[in-house]
């Protein structure tokens, strides 16, 4: 919601406004804990978020940051489900079809990754923009409008990111069953190995969009609840966030980048 809100501590009634800027003030927090508490950006037009997650963290968004934090629609889901971090070996496998074509099962696994891979870029985007927001904002590299622009536009896809991946890594996960772990790698064509290895290095991106889809769902879950939070815990929450976005956000890029260049799968 646009406009300004006043900060409420946490648990008791509210501090006067003043009272509570002071403290900040004297804490060494200081106005940027005030803006984050205050400022809400608008809906306006569109971030010009990271598009590619070839890039790496420092080097995405040229103004995306971290000051348009008002709650988003409370129906949104807050992180990705927990699963198995690595693909499953399969108890037992079968030789590959005689006349070198693919299962259908593995070509239902790798469309169903595809479409995961492509919603965890998503989550990517916009929270990698909203973090390099914040990290240009302190290095005098934008202005406090253009990071509230920023902030206000990649959050308003919150929602959308989050639960699009979840609904996506949920079917690809299903997929798994009967998928490409079940192919006797040895007695497959090479056009049916290319589509194997093509499936492992898929199946990479969608373990490290899913981390990433999860930070980006912790913090959409942050905003809906700023109103009722305490300006210094807020402003630590996130400046912890910040800092500890980064391996995730480039392990998801390397890993997409190398599904991108993984052999096609042409069976």
Not at 153 to 175: C, E, P
Not at 219 to 240: C, I
């Amino acid at each position: 919601m646009a406009g300004k809100h006043r900060a409420q501590n946490e648990g008791g009634g509210g501090a006067p406004v003043a009272a509570v800027l002071g403290l900040l003030l004297v804490g060494g927090l200081g106005f940027g804990a005030w803006q984050l508490m205050s400022d809400d950006g608008g809906d306006t037009t569109s971030a010009s978020s990271p598009t590619s997650p070839g890039a790496t963290a420092s080097e995405s968004a040229s103004g995306s940051d971290h000051s348009t934090h008002s709650g988003t629609d409370d129906s949104a889901s807050a992180a990705a489900p927990s699963e198995p971090s690595t693909t499953s070996s399969s108890a037992s496998q079968t030789p590959a079809p005689s006349d070198g074509s693919l299962p259908a099962g593995c070509r239902s696994q790798l469309d169903a990754g595809d479409k995961a891979v492509k919603a965890a870029g998503a989550s990517w985007s916009s929270w990698t923009g909203h973090t390099n927001a914040d990290k240009d904002y302190r290095a005098g590299k934008i202005s406090w409008d253009q990071t509230k622009k920023i902030w206000a536009d990649t959050k308003k896809n919150g929602d959308s990111d989050v639960s699009g991946f979840t609904k996506a890594n949920s079917t690809y996960q299903g997929s798994k069953s009967g998928g490409c772990d079940t192919i006797d790698r040895d007695s497959a064509s090479p056009q049916v190995r290319d589509c194997l290895e093509r499936a492992g290095t898929l199946d990479k991106a969608v373990v490290a969009g899913r981390n990433v889809n999860g930070d980006w769902g912790k913090h959409v879950a942050m905003m809906k609840r700023k109103d009722h939070t305490n300006p210094e815990t807020y402003l630590k929450e996130w400046r912890s966030m910040v800092s500890g976005a980064g391996p995730n956000q480039d392990a998801f890029a390397k890993a997409r980048a190398a599904y991108d260049k993984a052999p096609s799968c042409d069976a």
